[in-house]
Nanobody, 121 residues
Framework: QVQLVESGGGLVQAGDSLRLSCAAS????????MGWFRQAPGKERELVAA????????YYTDSGKGRFTISRDNAKNTVHLQMNSLKPEDTAVYYC??????????????WGQGTQVTVSS
């Protein structure tokens, strides 16, 4: 089992950057695939990026491709989402999630509480 806590959200202007972090507790963090999701008001939660347990394999949806970078530090039990060139449509609650399987859906086993990102125009 793993517990996840996100941080780094906030209010920024269009074009700015933010770096989200997710701290995980538990000894087996390095065995989990990690994903970043977001949910905007009135919309379903969607995958933004995922990273394999080793960090070698990454996946981005169109939402984050080219602007977002997912990374992890297994020694520090953390995963990050670097978001550049932010747009108002990136406004959402961002969640990190963990699962033993590399998934492209929101069927991850463990979730954090989320961090709000608001991008003003």
């Amino acid at each position: 089992q793993v517990q996840l806590v996100e941080s780094g959200g906030g209010l920024v202007q269009a074009g700015d950057s933010l770096r989200l972090s997710c701290a995980a507790s538990g000894r087996s963090f390095s065995t989990y695939v990690m994903g970043w999701f977001r949910q905007a008001p009135g919309k379903e939660r969607e995958l933004v990026a995922a990273i394999s347990w080793s960090g070698v394999r990454t996946y981005y949806t169109d939402s984050g491709k080219g602007r977002f970078t997912i990374s992890r530090d297994n020694a520090k039990n953390t995963v990050h989402l670097q978001m550049n060139s932010l747009k108002p449509e990136d406004t959402a609650v961002y969640y990190c999630a963990a699962d033993k399987t590399f998934r492209y859906s929101n069927e991850y086993a463990y979730w954090g509480q989320g961090t709000q990102v608001t991008v003003s125009s």
